[in-house]
């Protein structure tokens, strides 16, 4: 069944751009079980537990995962539509459809007219300017189902090092930094992988800066503890930054997967708008 005619915006046209659309088998395997752990009770209490991938590139392959890991992770009538703007992109992927748990559409930042309760939006606004990155926020969120949220983020061509914001229809709520713990040299690299939005405000004096440091800071001094394996040095690491009075969100459970998350208001970037003394760190 060909995939339908998406909404589009005032010239008739899916919103956003064509991405490059690189992609790899187990990418996204971090942000994915991420949102089965995180998002499991927004999923199972949705009415209709609809989950868009936008932007998922030139081959289908980590939607077929994330539509796999949510079935089998969280509830297994869950459904997941792969969204590009690309048509050749959509129609290479048709052979791997399996309506109506998992298809594809052409659509863009306007959803083709969907209302899921999650999108995954990874290595997309990465490739757009940054000062686009919000009023994509919105414009997602805008179609959400009540309660809905986004994770948007991006990560490195093997999914080794990650970084994705949780976003709602009140802004930002989260940054999660993930990192596969074997081949972590230092949390540094960390900063490669941050989302758009704070990617470039990676400069003494912001949040963001603070806490990669915070993290290479206790990463290096947790040392002796890599006798016991990456995953306790890692713990140690994230116990060091919370002790120092950083606002951590998650638990060891997490930790020991590699993963810290924190609130957006320790990392947010200084508004442009704000007088220069209330900016000062």
């Known amino acids: 069944m060909p995939p ?3 909404t589009r915006d005032g010239a008739g046209r899916p919103v956003g751009a064509v ?8 990418r996204l395997r971090r942000v994915d079980n991420w949102i089965a752990a995180t998002c499991a009770d927004l999923l199972r209490d949705a009415a209709d537990p609809l989950v868009v991938d936008l932007g998922y590139g030139a081959s289908p392959v980590t939607v077929v995962e994330l539509r796999a890991r949510l079935a089998a992770a969280v509830r ?3 459904r997941v539509v792969g969204l590009e703007i690309d048509p050749v992109r959509v129609a290479a992927a048709e ?3 399996d309506p109506p748990g998992l298809t594809f559409e052409r659509g863009g930042f306007e959803l083709a007219g969907l209302r899921p309760v999650l999108v995954r939006a990874f290595n997309v606004l990465r490739q757009y300017a940054e000062p686009e990155v919000v009023p994509a926020w919105r414009r997602i969120v805008g179609a959400l189902q009540p309660g809905g949220v986004l994770v948007e983020g991006t990560c490195d061509e093997l999914g080794r090092l990650a970084g994705w914001l949780l976003v709602d229809a ?15 040299d230092s949390p540094a690299t960390l900063a490669e992988r941050l989302p758009k939005a704070l ?3 990676n400069v003494p004096g912001t949040g963001v800066h603070a806490l990669v440091l915070a993290l290479e800071q ?11 394996g990456p995953r306790q040095r890692w713990r140690r690491t994230v116990e060091a930054v919370r002790a120092a009075g950083w606002p951590v969100l998650d638990r060891p459970a997490r930790w020991r997967l590699g993963e810290v998350t924190v609130a957006w208001s320790a990392v947010a970037p200084p508004d442009p ?8 760190p």
């Open 4 to 6: 339908r005619p998406p």
């Open 19 to 26: 991405t490059r659309g690189t992609t790899n088998p187990n």
């Open 76 to 78: 297994p009538d869950v």
């Open 95 to 97: 052979p791997a459809a």
């Open 170 to 184: 009140t802004g930002p709520r989260s940054l999660t930094l993930a990192a596969r713990l074997s081949t972590l």
């Open 199 to 201: 990617i470039h405000h």
């Open 218 to 228: 206790g990463w290096r001094e947790e040392a002796p503890y890599a006798t016991f």
């Open 273 to 280: 708008a704000a007088p220069e003394a209330a900016r000062q």
